[in-house]
């Protein structure tokens, strides 16, 4: 009988290990999703304003004399090429 019980305590060890196992990468699994799912609101976010703030550039924006922030032309270039789809981020 102990050999059966012995073979028995060998399988629920293993059995453990892997239940274990699984909850863990389950565990490092659920993490990773909250961090995609906010990351996901985040751009939402993002596309919200920019589109927001485009909707407050007048169409004939680029005729008149830009403010004179350095950074507002680039601004204005990365809404353009959001708005034809052909932004590449540039590093």
Known sequence: ????????????????????????QIEELQARLREAETHLEHLAIT???????ADRIPA???????PEHPDYPCILDILTEADTGSFTRKQ
């Open 1 to 24: 009988m102990q050999p059966l019980l012995d073979a028995l305590g060998i399988q629920e060890g293993a059995a453990r290990a892997v239940a274990d196992d699984l909850r863990t």
């Open 47 to 53: 596309r919200k304003t920019v589109i927001t703030l």
């Open 60 to 66: 004939h924006a680029g005729s008149r004399d830009l």
